[in-house]
């Protein structure tokens, strides 16, 4: 046991006691942090609203060309206001029509001419801030009334009307000479419920720019749909503006907001910070065990220690390194998690508790296929011709498991890979994750079971094959090879 110890020790001092991975675990991270933190604080990150100039090519074959008119009014900043303004009265008499006219509250709003103020917005769902009761109305009304239209200061577009008969080959060849932004193909069918419409852009166009036109298309066909039907497209737009609210999680301890997206990326942040840690613990132990047997050091330990008890040490040493990791990272994650409590749902203690178990599993049965595939080659290259492809497999049932678990944790697929090593502890990761509906208990304890006589069936073969790879020199073995080295007494 107390070479055990000593050389536990020694692996970790070895590798956790460097700069490089003092700088890369613990100094990087927080640097990054500082970065984004600073850069995010002092606006870096935000891009300033840029105009769109050139000019647009119309091939309108719709009744009068109606598509056209409505096209055009998108990019208008006069119609633009004029129409804001109007949206805002109406909203005012909505309001004075349930609150009344001798509210005091209608005096605190704004005048409509101050509809310059607002700030355009596409009718999202985003919780408007604010403590004052009037300054929320207020900034609720301002992005009703800019619904609908595009976030574009100052635009300078040309509009060229052709006849529907137009050459459109041609007209793609000026797009492509960077003579016209686009050109935007509608019909009267385009104006139906299951109409469509057709857009040419060129290569160099900036994404934004694409976005903004495909916008006003959109918007101008909805338009004319309304006017077509009698309705005003400014009274429609306001009537179906998304409502805004709020969905809180009732707790002992409280209220929470409750954020289906955040419960969605919980199991995903600890099923990766697990396959960080497990894989960054296994690679240093396979790439130490492969330098000792390389530079001949490991005839020098086994000459105080068994195989046996250099294996265990070796795993010990650098599984507490992947601990660190696991430390350092899901720590932080769990410390933005109560900093920003009000969004994250408290993690349940059993949880914690539960991922530490997880980790050490995985770590064990890796552990084990890596310091086999460490001892069992001499040189770097072999060992990483070896691993790839437990690696791609191991990479590929990740990913199948998080792309299946964003739609269902406890699907089919996950539900099998729950119980089959080396997944099992990854997958389970993810499951026990989802705070609101995580696997039942019996799975739970299953999968450690079967977790555990994995651990010990791989241990065991790895101490096989360790036993007799460390002393093994020359061409690495073959499948055959270690499976009879496995079979050794």
Not at 96 to 116: A, H, K, N, T
Not at 178 to 194: F, H, I, M, P, Y
């Amino acid at each position: 046991m107390r070479n055990v110890t000593t050389i536990a020790i020694r692996e970790f001092k070895a590798t956790a006691m460097t700069k490089a991975f003092i700088f890369g675990a613990l100094v990087l991270p927080a640097l990054i942090w500082t970065v984004l933190v600073v850069a995010g604080a002092a606006g870096l990150f935000e891009e300033e609203p840029e105009p769109i100039t050139g000019a647009i090519a119309l091939i309108d074959a719709t009744e009068n060309d109606r598509f056209t008119t409505s096209f055009e009014q998108q990019f208008d900043p006069e119609y633009i206001r004029e129409e804001k303004k109007r949206r805002m009265e109406a909203g005012r008499r909505e309001l004075q029509s349930l609150v009344g006219s001798d509210s005091e509250l209608l005096d605190m709003l704004p005048s409509v001419g101050d509809i310059d103020e607002a700030e355009d917005a596409e009718g999202d769902d985003a919780q408007t801030e604010g403590d004052d009761e009037a300054e929320r109305l207020e900034s609720r009304l301002r992005r009703i009334a800019a619904s609908g239209f595009l976030n574009v200061p100052d635009p300078q577009v040309e509009f060229e009307q052709l006849d529907d008969e137009t050459d459109v080959e041609a007209q793609q060849q000026r797009v492509r000479s960077g003579e016209l932004l686009a050109v935007v193909v509608v019909n009267e069918d385009t104006l139906s419920a299951t109409g469509e419409y057709l857009i040419y852009v060129g290569e160099t166009l900036k994404a934004k720019f694409i976005d903004v036109i495909e916008r006003a298309t959109r918007n101008a066909i909805q338009d004319v749909r309304y006017i077509t039907a009698g309705l005003d497209p400014g009274d429609v737009r306001r009537l179906t503006y998304r409502p805004i609210g709020e969905v809180k999680r009732t707790t002992e301890e409280g209220e929470s907001q409750a954020h289906s997206e955040i419960m969605r990326i919980i199991p995903i942040f600890f099923a990766v910070i697990l396959f960080m840690a497990v894989f960054t613990g296994a690679q240093y132990l396979m790439m130490s065990t492969v330098e000792e047997k390389g530079s001949r050091v490991m005839e020098v330990l086994l000459s105080a220690a068994s195989p046996m008890q250099l294996m265990i040490g070796k795993i010990v040493g650098q599984g507490l390194v992947g601990l660190v990791i696991m430390v350092v990272y899901g720590g932080a994650g769990l410390l933005a998690a109560a900093r920003f409590s009000q969004y994250v749902p408290q993690i349940p203690t059993w949880v914690i508790v539960l991922q530490i178990v997880y980790f050490l599993l995985a770590y064990f049965m890796f552990a084990a296929i890596f310091a086999s595939v460490g001892a069992a080659v001499t040189e770097i290259r072999e060992a990483q011709a070896l691993q790839g492809p437990i690696i791609g497999a191991v990479i590929l049932a990740f990913y199948l498991s998080i792309f299946t678990g964003m739609a269902n944790l406890h699907g089919p697929i996950n539900l099998v890979m729950s119980f089959i090593p080396p997944f099992s502890p990854v997958v389970m990761s993810m499951r026990i994750s989802s705070i609101a509906d995580p696997a039942p208990m019996w799975q739970i304890a299953l999968s450690i079971v079967v977790g555990v006589v994995s651990v010990l069936v791989m241990c065991w073969a790895a101490a096989k094959i360790f036993r007799v790879g460390v002393l093994m020199y020359g061409k690495p073995p073959s499948l055959g090879g270690l499976i009879k080295w496995i079979r050794y007494s």
